[in-house]
């Protein structure tokens, strides 16, 4: 009987032991795992994105970054990551609270000071379109990505809010921004489509007309939000096609969407508004007047912000308005 029990009593802490290195294991593992997942990058690692020209090397989580693109300082702002240089010349006004003194002032957009760039010790630049021709003044001081709108709105800031959630850490963030984005762009689209209507995309300067077409910076009016263009022979000019009432009374579009370019740029001052210069008859005669389809968008969010979290905002807003 005490045999039987010595044996009994040994295939139970044998059992104990096979149990309790399995457990061990098994912490081991977990443990091996939860490193796995959340050591990812230290401050300061290399890592590679790609931008507008291709792969870069950057910092992980830089500490001094200098920004002349506006819609990489939107998205920056909604992921909680601060510039410590700027441009502070008509910047919009969802992104005053950084003419603060606190942040260099690096001028404008076009007319920026390499100097302050180069006093603010870059660990990173970002810039957009209106600085390419500098690109590499600015390698020179530090890497340097080519972020900013590619004429393709929505691609674009998919595309600058992904790079910017892979270098700061922020990937699921980004993610949760473009879908909500993605689905208001959804249903916009389902409204606008059945409409069935025709637009036409009026950028309005002291006092002069130019229509933009499918084929230019604001051609996602069409391409992307479902109108349909009144004119397929636009010119691709920056500034658009230069146009007259009479043009407009002739094509007569369902929805005119106005952008005061002269506010914009912050030199509308004694100059006449948009609203001011199409306050005449000829536009008065047209089915978007007649129906209350004049559009006047937010300037400084189409114009000058680009593709950012908040200017997405603003423009979806403004066409959700308008169809609504």
């Known amino acids: 009987m005490k045999k039987r029990t010595g044996i009994i009593i040994a295939i139970i802490l044998v059992v104990a032991a096979i149990l309790g290195v399995t457990q061990y294991k098994g912490k081991d593992n977990t443990k091996a795992n939860s490193d ?12 590679t994105v790609t931008d507008r020209k291709g792969e870069v090397e950057v910092a992980y989580n830089p500490k001094n970054v200098v920004v002349l693109d506006f819609a990489s300082l939107d998205i920056m702002d909604d992921l909680g990551i601060e510039p410590v240089a700027l441009p502070k010349a008509s910047i919009p006004s969802y992104l005053e609270k950084y003419k603060d003194d606190k942040y260099i002032d690096l001028g404008s957009l076009k007319s920026y000071d390499m100097e302050a760039v180069a006093a603010a010790q870059p660990d990173l630049i970002i810039i957009e379109g209106r600085q390419e021709e500098a690109i590499a003044e600015f390698q020179k001081l530090a890497p340097t990505l080519y972020l900013g709108s590619d004429g393709d709105y929505f691609a674009s800031l998919e595309r600058t809010a992904r790079v910017l959630g892979q270098i700061f850490g922020k990937e699921a963030e980004v993610e949760e921004k473009l879908a909500s984005i993605n689905a208001r762009k959804e249903e ?13 995309f ?6 002069s007309y130019g229509a ?6 604001f051609g996602y009016v ?9 004119d397929t022979n636009i010119d691709d000019a920056t500034h658009g096609q230069e146009v007259t009432n009479e043009y407009i009374k002739e094509k007569n579009p369902d929805f005119l969407i106005v952008l005061d370019r002269t506010y914009a740029t912050g030199s509308g001052e004694g100059k006449a508004t948009a609203q001011e210069t ?17 559009i006047y968008v937010e300037p400084t969010a189409w114009y000058i912000g680009g593709p950012g979290f908040k200017g997405a905002d603003v423009v979806l807003r403004d066409m959700e308005n308008a169809v609504k």
């Open 36 to 47: 796995v997942e959340t050591a990812k990058h230290q401050d300061g690692d290399i890592i």
């Open 188 to 200: 916009l689209v389902s409204k606008t489509k059945a409409l069935n209507a025709t637009a036409l």
């Open 202 to 207: 009026l950028m309005v300067n002291e006092g």
């Open 212 to 217: 933009q077409g499918a084929d230019s910076r």
């Open 222 to 230: 069409y391409n992307e939000f479902g109108f349909t263009p009144i």
């Open 278 to 294: 199409l306050d005449n008859d000829l536009i008065k005669s047209t089915d978007a007047y007649k129906n209350g389809h004049i």
